[in-house]
């Protein structure tokens, strides 16, 4: 059945762009993805995802929302991104080369068993405020720590990195969604 405004098919309800209509008020849609949205004109829902709208990534069980445009969404993780204090990934193992091949990280805590030298991490998508902390625990490896996207870390582009020798541990906080600050965490006991 299609009226111009809506569209029922096999008992769902859809709206061009996924909007539903409830009484004369567009409801924001909520969509899902398998894995970390994209952004841009060909990225996730592009052409469909209306500004606001929320998008969960049911891999990493993060929740994302449309900042940017119906054309062009930017995927932004909300407050409640999954980056709780209580995330905590163990023995983890630095991979790639380069950013694109480098370890995405899920967790707020994200402990390294792992560190051939040469290898990397790459920090998760973080909104204004959020943090995560790596720590380089074993071996005497240094590794790379790239930031998401077009982001920064203390104003170095994201796909260069930032080294973290070993054994230390940094606290990446983000100033905005694409500038990162990076602060050393105390020194290992004795």
């Given at each position: 059945m299609t009226t111009g405004f809506v569209q029922r098919y096999k008992g769902k309800i859809?709206?061009?762009?996924?909007?539903?209509?409830?009484?004369?008020?567009?409801?924001?849609?909520?969509?899902?993805?398998v894995g970390v949205p994209t952004n841009g004109t060909g990225g996730s829902l592009a052409g469909i995802a209306g500004v606001g709208a929320l998008l969960v990534?049911?891999?990493?069980?993060?929740?994302?929302?449309?900042?940017?445009?119906?054309?062009?969404?930017?995927?932004?993780?909300?407050?409640?991104?999954?980056?709780?204090t209580t995330t905590v990934a163990t023995g983890l193992t630095s991979t790639g080369s380069t950013a694109a091949g480098a370890l995405a990280l899920t967790a707020q805590d994200n402990v390294l068993a792992t560190?051939?030298?040469?290898t990397g991490v790459i920090l998760a998508t973080l909104t204004a405020g959020q943090r995560q902390r790596v720590w380089n625990r074993t071996g005497t490896n240094a590794i790379h720590?790239?930031?998401?996207?077009?982001?920064?870390?203390d104003g170095t582009a994201g796909t260069t990195g930032v080294a973290l020798t070993a054994p230390k541990a940094v606290e990446f906080?983000?100033?905005?969604?694409?500038?990162?600050?990076?602060?050393?965490?105390?020194?290992?006991?004795s």
């Open positions: 859809a709206t061009a762009y996924g909007g539903i209509w409830q009484g004369g008020v567009k409801s924001v849609a909520v969509f899902t993805n990534d049911s891999t990493n069980a993060v929740t994302y929302q449309n900042t940017g445009t119906q054309a062009s969404p930017t995927w932004t993780a909300t407050g409640g991104s999954g980056l709780s560190s051939a030298a040469g720590v790239y930031a998401p996207g077009g982001a920064t870390i906080f983000a100033e905005t969604g694409s500038t990162f600050v990076s602060a050393a965490l105390g020194a290992v006991s």
